[in-house]
């Protein structure tokens, strides 16, 4: 068998602060996950995305840390550059740390870069001639 992708899996400080982020961009998680030490969602394609605690994490790993920086992005497509305003706007209203605000980039595409509560980068993208600019 040849391997594939089935999981991106994130560490996590709060649950419930890091699943509110998720949420506000459209990841469907239920509000039980809030209490939980691990959720995961099956998206659309069927990739699973995965939370977990730290406390969790150092049940089976007892040495590990957090790295400094971002290695690994989730991108997400906003459907218009205007959504990727939008998204920023809601995102960074709500108090979740902003770090490159929207720029029409030289590849084509409307981006910016948010932080996610446990410092993960996600990118917000669309194509810069997509409708709603």
């Known amino acids: 068998m040849t391997p594939r992708i089935d999981m991106i899996g994130l560490v996590v400080a709060d649950m419930a602060t890091s699943l509110a982020f998720y949420r506000r961009l459209g990841v469907g998680l239920p509000a ?3 209490t939980q030490p691990h959720v995961e969602v099956t998206l659309a394609g069927g990739l699973r995305l995965a939370w977990d605690t730290v406390e969790t994490v150092r049940s089976f790993d007892p040495g590990w840390t957090p790295a400094t920086g971002s290695r690994v ?3 997400f497509d ?3 550059p205007a959504g990727v305003d939008a998204v920023w706007a809601e995102l960074t209203e709500a108090g979740f740390a902003g770090h490159l605000k929207p720029w029409d980039a030289f590849w084509g595409q409307r981006y910016a870069v948010v932080h996610d ?3 993960n980068a996600v990118d917000l993208f669309a194509a810069s001639n997509a409708s709603g600019a």
């Open 73 to 75: 992005a989730l991108a």
């Open 78 to 80: 906003c459907g218009s």
């Open 117 to 119: 509560p446990d410092g």
């Open 32 to 34: 039980v996950g809030d």
